[in-house]
């Protein structure tokens, strides 16, 4: 009682670790929120997806997995009834 925590070597080791801070909130004041466009959180998580899979580089895959994969998902959807996949 009549201590605080800050200085703890627990809160030192974890704080940094110990809250989610979101890519999509906007902590900005009203005015710069109304300054970059004054989107919402839908409108800023819109935004970011596209970045997102706009920088996508696939993984390097061997060319004979790659191969076996696509002869499997072939065979796969061979085999629904209905192809138009």
């Not at 899979?53 to 499997?72: N, Q």
């Amino acid at each position: 009682p009549g201590a605080h925590f800050l200085g703890a070597s627990h809160t030192q080791a974890n704080f940094e670790q110990a809250f989610y801070r979101s890519t999509i909130a906007d902590n900005n004041s009203f005015e710069q929120w109304l300054e970059d466009g004054s989107l919402d959180a839908s409108q800023r998580a819109n935004l970011l997806w596209k970045e997102k899979l706009a920088s996508y580089e696939p993984p390097p895959l061997d060319d004979a997995v790659d191969e076996a994969l696509l002869a499997f998902m072939t065979q796969r959807k061979s085999s629904f009834p209905d192809q138009n996949y």
